[in-house]
């Protein structure tokens, strides 16, 4: 019997809304204990990937509300002298700009809707900088696609990063789904770390 076909149009935007408050559902109902214990394990297994050794500057953004800790790597890119690099909302334009930052505390301002992001004045870096991101989401399955927040920021950035740049997730183990609904055009990431393991994208052939 021939598999259901994957949604379009309507009906995926409404698969997606639909999965994006399930899944944040289940991620703020994570009790602060398990989140933060969480963030250790999912930060440890991605500072020790050789892809993160190797790679001279970090592409991260901080974490909002009931998100795993990213502030755990930004800390050990920066004490490894890594160019840490961290997103800015231009609402206007619907774009991310980058920044580079050597500290969590003064470079950092509460920005668009609230998400910690670098000072306006903080040096710009160009997505060709980039060696090594850390894609934010809200979702997760084993062919590395990502559900995001709706606003397509992550969509417009990531097309314009080095090839060869590993895109690595980190995600509690409620933020893996059996199937993401995504357009053709969505762009995957290469593995999603979780506390317990670490996932490599499959790729449908």
Do not use: C
């Not at 997760?140 to 990531?158: A, H, I």
């Amino acid at each position: 019997m021939a598999s259901a076909a994957a949604p379009t149009g309507p009906a995926l935007r409404e698969a997606k809304r639909a999965m994006r408050i399930a899944v944040i559902e289940q991620r703020d109902a994570l009790p602060p204990h398990e989140r933060a214990a969480g963030s250790q394990a999912i930060a440890a297994r991605i500072v020790a990937l050789p892809e993160f050794a190797a790679a001279p500057s970090v592409l991260l953004t901080l974490p909002f509300r009931s998100e795993w800790d990213t502030r755990l790597v930004a800390s050990a890119a920066l004490a490894a002298n890594k160019a840490l690099l961290v997103p800015r909302v231009d609402p206007v334009a619907r774009v991310l700009s980058l920044h580079r930052i050597e500290s969590l505390t003064d470079a950092v301002v509460s920005g668009y809707r609230g998400i910690p992001e670098p000072r306006a004045e903080a040096p710009h870096a160009s997505p060709n900088d980039v060696a090594f991101a850390l894609v934010p989401g809200v979702a997760f399955d084993g062919g590395g696609r990502r559900l995001g927040y709706g606003g397509g920021y992550y969509d417009r950035l990531l097309p314009l990063l080095p090839r060869g740049a590993p895109r690595i997730a980190g995600a509690f183990e409620v933020q893996l789904v059996d199937t993401v609904p995504a357009a053709g055009h969505d762009l995957a990431v290469d593995m999603i770390v979780t506390p317990t393991r670490s996932v490599v994208a499959q790729r449908d052939e």
